[in-house]
């Protein structure tokens, strides 16, 4: 289906991002993105004009851009003539829309009860417009075309006017999927939202519903969707798959059931389990064969690992006391390791062949989406690692190369070798100024050139800075091996805390030590003092020559580099970090796995009869303190007594 034309309802506070955004998308996937058409309205007319700036700035060809200040809900749009609109309307009908519309805002529904856009499904309380938007999104979607709207978790099960409209557009067959967002995702509101997928026409009754609250990293003070959530998502309403605690393909029938609420939790249950404790593990140790079977895909896959890691039956006790390496010296455990990292041998030579290789050539969108496929592929017989955690890597690294390989298309091959002045602000006079401050590669980080091709200098480079930072640690030295009289004797060589020698003090104070007969070991002292300032001094310049050097071997290496040399760099700067990343999940997973195992081991290793014990052995030991207490009459009766609180002293 060519997606030709998308609409928007923009809020009061919007200013087109998410037209844009989603258009932005769209074009990745096809061949021509001005076939793309956008229509947008906005109540607030300095944000109209900030819409359509933006539209402008984004280079969107004017022709394609279609906006109207005015009241969506108040008068319907797409499409009409403004000098009359009563007798030109004539509805636009669109291929995708996208909606952000303002959470649960008052509207006025008098009179709407011929609209066109409710008639089929019932107007909206007007203390809640949510499904007025809704329903004008739907008005205008084409046939076999697909809506997303933004709204709040009440319009799930709220019941009145709003329960009628979801129990019509249930069914109607309208609802295709319901995905429930992290809370605090987006700006200026912290309440947990939802995004419903709507059709006009599809061939399935059922809805799926997706409990994506739990994916999110924090992003400051508001939590982010990362691109392995929103593939997670995608890949799930595409596939239209049951996946316990995260979504559900609920039947018609169930939500006819469940009075049309559709309220997730009553579907998914994406709770996290609770730690329970067994009474009698808690009071004989051991551990419980029941909270084993947690780990139950790991036993299958290390088939011999838990009978290495422990012993007996029903409640279970530890064979090996060094856990860690049990579990990394295991056999199953090596067979996976080396089975997983088989599937990915040829990862960098795939990486290079299609990104360095085609870099000049590949449609960036297609080879993304190719290379993430190609990494799923190989997860396909793997067990215990999840999948998104890898695709995860790979987007991270790709939105980079992705960058660098728009630069090699716009400005051909040569910008890989380019460089140019880096510039930075400084003040001057009391204004910021921007001056040039050396170099940097367009595309080739300096830092990585010179860990590849200069590595003798750069190292070089680091043993001098090494030195140099041992020095203060060695001045400390000489300081403590003196004592406070000796410091006295020296005081001129000192600052006023003693704790930092005045190097323009000490070949005097030396002088005066010498000619007054002093001690041997203190003139010794203060020379190795001034011997290490002149070798920090000495280090400093050579630093400074070393750096300046290496700086400048960089940029004539970049400048001048080989085919071949090219394609190494960019393979440790694109494709290595990739492969890296992946390889080390099966670490990552086995560490977790280890952790937990460790956890579990010491749950019951102290048990209720310990904890009895150590109390009471406390508890004497207090009473016996207690008991050497010396005080007043009244003082002494309540210590006694609460000697006897404590079971008394043993005789």
Same mark, same amino acid.
């Given at each position: 289906?060519?997606?030709?034309?998308?609409?928007?309802?923009?809020?009061?506070?919007?200013?087109?991002?998410?037209?844009?955004?989603?258009?932005?998308?769209?074009?990745?996937?096809?061949?021509?993105?001005?076939?793309?058409?956008?229509?947008?309205? =906005?109540?607030?007319?300095?944000?109209?004009?900030?819409?359509?700036?933006?539209?402008?700035? &984004?280079?969107?060809?004017?022709?394609?851009?279609?906006?109207?200040?005015?009241?969506?809900?108040?008068?319907?749009?797409?499409? $009409?003539?403004?000098?009359?609109?009563?007798?030109?309307?004539?509805?636009?009908?669109?291929?995708?829309?996208?909606?952000?519309?303002?959470?649960?805002?008052?509207?006025?529904?008098?009179?709407?009860?011929?609209?066109?856009?409710?008639?089929?499904?019932? /107007?909206?309380?007007?203390?809640?417009?949510?499904?007025?938007?809704?329903?004008?999104?739907?008005?205008?979607?084409?046939?076999?075309?697909?809506?997303?709207?933004?709204?709040?978790?009440?319009?799930?099960?709220?019941?009145?006017?709003?329960?009628?409209?979801?129990?019509?557009?249930? =069914?109607?067959?309208?609802?295709?999927?319901? @995905?429930?967002?992290?809370?605090?995702?987006?700006?200026?509101?912290?309440?947990?939202?939802?995004?419903?997928?709507?059709?006009?026409?599809?061939?399935?009754?059922?809805?799926?519903?997706?409990?994506?609250?739990?994916?999110?990293?924090?992003?400051?003070?508001?939590?982010?969707?990362?691109?392995?959530?929103?593939?997670? @998502?995608?890949?799930?309403?595409?596939?239209?798959?049951?996946?316990?605690?995260?979504?559900?393909?609920?039947?018609?029938?169930?939500?006819?059931?469940?009075?049309?609420?559709?309220?997730?939790?009553?579907?998914?249950?994406?709770?996290?389990?609770?730690?329970?404790?067994?009474?009698?593990?808690?009071?004989?140790?051991?551990?419980?064969?029941? *909270?084993?079977?947690r780990f139950e895909s790991y036993w299958k896959v290390f088939p011999s690992l838990k009978g290495e890691l422990f012993t007996g039956e029903e409640y279970l006790s530890l064979k090996s006391e060094n856990i860690k390496e049990t579990i990394k010296n295991n056999n199953d455990v090596l067979? $996976?390791?080396?089975?997983?990292?088989?599937?990915?041998?040829?990862?960098?030579?795939?990486?290079?062949?299609?990104?360095?290789?085609g870099a000049s050539t590949i449609n960036i969108a297609k080879t993304r989406e190719d290379i993430a496929n190609s990494i799923f592929y190989r997860y396909k017989d793997i067990a215990l690692i999840d999948p998104y955690g890898a695709y995860e890597i790979f987007e991270e690294k790709f939105?980079?190369?992705?960058?660098?390989?728009?630069?090699?298309?716009?400005?051909?091959?040569?910008? /890989?070798?380019?460089?140019?002045?880096?510039?930075?602000?400084?003040?001057?006079?009391?204004?910021?100024?921007?001056?040039?401050?050396?170099?940097?590669?367009?595309?080739?980080?300096?830092?990585?050139?010179?860990?590849?091709?200069?590595?003798?200098?750069?190292?070089?480079?680091?043993?001098?800075?090494?030195?140099?930072?041992?020095?203060?640690?060695?001045?400390?030295?000489?300081?403590?091996?003196?004592? +406070?009289?000796?410091?006295?004797?020296?005081?001129?060589?000192?600052?006023?805390?003693?704790?930092?020698?005045?190097?323009?003090?000490?070949?005097?104070?030396?002088?005066?030590?010498?000619?007054?007969?002093?001690?041997?070991?203190?003139?010794?002292?203060?020379?190795?003092?001034?011997?290490?300032?002149? *070798?920090?001094?000495?280090?400093?310049?050579?630093?400074?020559?070393?750096?300046?050097?290496?700086?400048?071997?960089?940029?004539?290496?970049?400048?001048?580099?080989?085919?071949? *040399?090219?394609?190494?760099?960019?393979?440790?700067?694109?494709?290595?970090?990739?492969?890296?990343?992946?390889?080390?999940?099966?670490?990552?997973?086995?560490?977790?796995?280890?952790?937990?195992?460790?956890?579990?081991?010491?749950?019951? +290793?102290?048990?209720?009869?310990?904890?009895?014990?150590?109390?009471? +052995?406390?508890?004497?030991?207090?009473?016996?303190?207690?008991?050497?207490?010396?005080?007043?009459? &009244?003082?002494?009766?309540?210590?006694?007594?609460?000697?006897?609180?404590?079971?008394?002293?043993?005789?």
């Open positions: 289906m060519p997606l030709n034309k998308f609409i928007t309802n923009l809020t009061r506070e919007g200013s087109g991002s998410l037209l844009i955004n989603i258009g932005k998308t769209a074009a990745k996937y096809l061949d021509d993105a001005n076939r793309i058409q956008y229509y947008a309205q =906005e109540y607030n007319l300095n944000t109209y004009n900030l819409t359509r700036m933006n539209l402008v700035m &984004r280079g969107i060809l004017p022709a394609n851009i279609f906006t109207r200040n005015g009241d969506t809900l108040k008068e319907d749009w797409p499409y $009409f003539d403004e000098s009359d609109p009563h007798s030109t309307y004539e509805p636009l009908y669109v291929d995708a829309v996208v909606s952000n519309p303002p959470y649960s805002q008052r509207w006025d529904p008098t009179g709407k009860d011929s609209d066109p856009r409710y008639v089929r499904y019932g /107007i909206a309380p007007k203390s809640k417009a949510d499904y007025a938007f809704l329903l004008h999104d739907l008005y205008h979607l084409q046939p076999n075309g697909i809506m997303t709207i933004v709204l709040p978790h009440g319009v799930l099960f709220r019941g009145g006017e709003e329960g009628n409209i979801r129990k019509n557009l249930i =069914e109607q067959n309208n609802i295709d999927a319901i @995905i429930g967002l992290p809370a605090n995702i987006f700006f200026g509101t912290g309440i947990p939202t939802i995004v419903m997928v709507l059709r006009q026409k599809r061939e399935n009754t059922d809805i799926l519903i997706i409990d994506a609250s739990k994916g999110f990293k924090k992003d400051g003070k508001n939590n982010k969707l990362r691109a392995c959530d929103i593939r997670k @998502i995608v890949d799930t309403i595409k596939e239209r798959k049951n996946v316990e605690k995260y979504s559900k393909v609920v039947s018609l029938k169930d939500i006819r059931k469940n009075d049309y609420n559709l309220n997730i939790p009553r579907y998914v249950d994406s709770s996290e389990e609770t730690e329970s404790y067994d009474i009698y593990a808690s009071m004989f140790g051991g551990i419980p064969e029941n *909270e084993l079977e067979k $996976f390791i080396e089975e997983y990292r088989e599937k990915f041998v040829d990862l960098g030579e795939y990486l290079d062949k299609t990104l360095i290789d939105t980079a190369i992705a960058g660098d390989i728009e630069l090699i298309q716009t400005e051909g091959l040569n910008a /890989i070798t380019q460089v140019d002045p880096n510039m930075v602000i400084k003040k001057k006079n009391s204004k910021d100024v921007e001056v040039q401050e050396g170099w940097k590669g367009h595309i080739l980080p300096f830092e990585l050139v010179q860990d590849i091709c200069l590595s003798e200098i750069k190292r070089n480079l680091k043993e001098k800075q090494e030195k140099l930072l041992e020095i203060p640690s060695l001045y400390e030295e000489i300081l403590e091996s003196m004592s +406070e009289d000796d410091k006295e004797s020296i005081s001129e060589a000192l600052n006023d805390t003693n704790d930092a020698f005045v190097f323009k003090n000490i070949k005097m104070v030396i002088k005066s030590l010498k000619s007054d007969g002093e001690s041997k070991e203190l003139i010794e002292a203060l020379q190795k003092a001034e011997g290490l300032n002149n *070798e920090e001094k000495k280090l400093k310049t050579e630093i400074k020559q070393c750096e300046d050097e290496l700086h400048l071997e960089t940029k004539k290496k970049i400048e001048n580099l080989t085919e071949d *040399e090219v394609k190494h760099l960019l393979h440790e700067k694109w494709s290595r970090p990739i492969v890296n990343g992946i390889l080390d999940l099966s670490n990552n997973m086995l560490k977790i796995f280890t952790k937990n195992i460790e956890a579990l081991s010491t749950k019951y +290793e102290i048990t209720m009869d310990d904890l009895e014990k150590e109390i009471k +052995e406390t508890e004497k030991s207090l009473a016996a303190m207690l008991s050497e207490l010396t005080g007043s009459e &009244r003082d002494m009766e309540g210590i006694n007594e609460f000697i006897k609180l404590l079971g008394g002293i043993d005789e």
